[in-house]
């Protein structure tokens, strides 16, 4: 357990090398706001806008809470790509590169993206910034080999995101895009790891998990049942995103059209907890819309900080 800790440590440093130093300062923060991302559709599935906070309640642990932030424009949003570029990819790449640079050319003004390659390593391409030329680049350069550290590639992500949102004031949305094709082979770090950041993290993580034919058809088998797909669903749906499974590399454009769609149309939310205990208890948030027929989605709750920060551990 000591070996794993230090190692995962040691994979931190190597992640944080790739921030600027500007970015590293101390969270001198004196609230813990509870953001929430909030898509909202209607009984077709399709997007609804024009609502107001009016038209939101919010509840913590069964306890309506008050909006104390609202915004029904796109709140700048910090973006990780987070590319499986193992060597089970190599047949794909051409139309990963395709759709991955397709989905950062739809980043609105004010969003940073970063590009993180997942071998039997972790790699950062590109830092989270502005630069949307440069992200593209790092994401045409990668190519496929090796293993599939997924969960330590998600685990550094989340780590690390949560730290840059300490780091400074504003309010932004914060989303991981993971694209791979199989199960984790060589983390060090496993799902519950991962599943307990993802939770206290407050970031969305949607999942794109594309599978070959023999694949779907060996997860039919309950002897050989996938679970790799069980963690891609349970991320994504706890962490208020939506878990993609598409059947081909070519369907991967149309899916990436999908999330960028999905996030430009959300509702923006937060508010300050009534409960005033910080003891590093999860608690469990339900966001509703008064008006019939219309269904939201966020993120299925957060970790109460016992320091101040909210997500923090």
Do not use: W
Request: no cysteine; charged share 20%; proline share 3%.
């Amino acid at each position: 357990m000591h070996a794993r800790a230090f190692l995962v440590a040691g994979f931190l440093v190597i992640l944080l090398a790739a921030v600027p130093a500007a970015q590293q300062t101390t969270f001198r923060s004196g609230v813990d706001l509870v953001a929430l991302s909030v898509v909202v559709t209607d009984g077709h599935d399709k997007f609804v806008s024009g609502l107001s906070s009016a038209d939101f309640t919010v509840s913590e642990d069964g306890v309506q809470q008050e909006i104390s932030f609202f915004s029904a424009t796109p709140v700048p949003m910090d973006l990780a790509l987070l590319l499986d570029t193992s060597a089970s990819m190599v047949d794909k790449m051409s139309v990963v590169h395709e759709a991955a640079t397709g989905f950062v050319s739809s980043a609105k003004p004010g969003d940073r993206v970063t590009v993180v390659d997942i071998k039997d390593g972790v790699k950062v391409l590109h830092p989270l910034d502005e630069d949307l030329d440069g992200a593209r680049a790092s994401i045409r350069a990668t190519t496929a080999r090796g293993g599939t550290a997924l969960y330590n590639g998600l685990y550094m992500t989340l780590k690390e995101m949560v730290k840059l949102r300490r780091n400074n004031g504003e309010v932004r949305r914060q989303a991981i895009l993971v694209l791979s094709d199989g199960d984790d082979t060589a983390s060090l770090v496993g799902f519950d790891d991962v599943m307990e950041v993802a939770r206290a993290s407050g970031i969305a993580i949607y999942t794109i998990t594309l599978r070959t034919e023999l694949q779907r058809l060996l997860a039919h088998d309950k002897s050989t049942a996938v679970s790799g797909e069980f963690a891609m669903r349970t991320l994504a749906q706890e962490t208020g995103a939506r878990a993609f499974f598409p059947a081909a590399a070519a369907e991967l454009t149309g899916v990436y059209g999908t999330i960028a769609d999905e996030l430009a149309s959300q509702y923006s939310l937060g508010y300050i907890s009534t409960n005033p205990r910080r003891d590093g208890a999860y608690r469990r948030v339900v966001v509703k819309v008064t008006q019939p027929g219309i269904r939201a989605r966020a993120r299925a709750g957060y970790v109460a900080s016992v320091t101040h920060t909210l997500g923090t551990r």
